[in-house]
């Protein structure tokens, strides 16, 4: 089946420096490809949504500053948090549309990065 | 905003059935699904149900949508140990597919 991976599947960095996720598409293209914050017993919650070669489309509440996307290839998409604070510490988790299919069941996932800010 | 609500956690015995439940509050979800998801792996779509639909089932699987109420079913029967997972229920609604509101997930322990 379909493969998105994620890396790191862990970071810890101290408040002030940025971060930088990033999400692949293993074995297909992805013209789309979301992100997900999870906070500690929530629900995952839709950040953005990123597009190749064009701006992302961030959800209501998300500082696109804060928060920065790049999605510059097929296959790749990148998550950069910026001067991180604690409060960013969470569970972020990609998705990848197969862009050959883009059907109801090609939306792929990632394990997530689990991201610690001291 | 949209909001889907499940427990927390759930254990059965090896060979029981397992049903999880979901209630959400978006009257215009479209798209109901079931996502599994086991330590260390990405989420993996396991069904999903249109919102005009009533009942899917899938081999062991199956899902109850009752839309007036607005609560959404999986069972899973003669569950194994290796359906042991986190099992998130989420929707989407008729603006896309892909936009998709999770629940916050039932961790389902299967005691042998």
């Known amino acids: 089946g379909a493969v998105v991976s994620q890396h790191p599947s862990r970071v810890i960095c101290k408040s002030g420096t940025s971060v930088k996720i990033e999400c692949r598409s293993l074995d297909f293209q992805a013209t789309t490809m979301f992100w997900y914050r999870q906070f500690p017993k929530k629900s995952l919650m839709l950040m953005a949504t990123?597009?190749?070669?064009?701006?992302?489309?961030?959800e209501q509440g998300v500082e696109k500053d804060k928060f920065l996307i790049n999605h510059a290839s097929l296959t790749l998409s990148t998550l950069t948090v910026t001067s991180a604070h604690p409060e960013d510490s969470s569970f972020y988790i990609c998705?990848?549309?197969?862009?050959?299919?883009?059907?109801?069941?090609?939306?792929?996932f990632g394990p997530g990065t689990r991201l610690t800010v001291l | 905003g949209e909001d889907v609500e499940q427990s927390l956690f759930l254990s059965v015995r090896e060979g029981d059935s397992s049903v999880i439940n979901c209630t959400y509050t978006d009257s215009s979800s479209t798209y109901l699904y079931w996502y599994k998801q086991e330590p260390g792996a990405g989420l993996q779509l396991l069904t999903y149900i249109f919102s005009n639909m009533d009942m899917k089932q899938d081999q062991r699987l199956t899902v109850l949508l009752n839309k007036k109420d607005k609560h959404l079913s999986l069972r899973i029967a003669d569950t194994q140990t290796g359906d042991s997972a986190i099992y998130f229920c989420?929707?989407?609604?008729?603006?896309?597919?892909?936009?998709?509101?999770f629940g916050i997930g039932t961790k389902l322990q299967v005691i042998p």
């Open positions: 989420a929707e989407a609604d008729s603006g896309g597919y892909q936009k998709v509101t």
């Open positions: 990123s597009n190749e070669g064009s701006k992302a489309t961030y």
């Open positions: 998705s990848a549309e197969d862009t050959a299919k883009r059907e109801i069941d090609t939306q792929y």
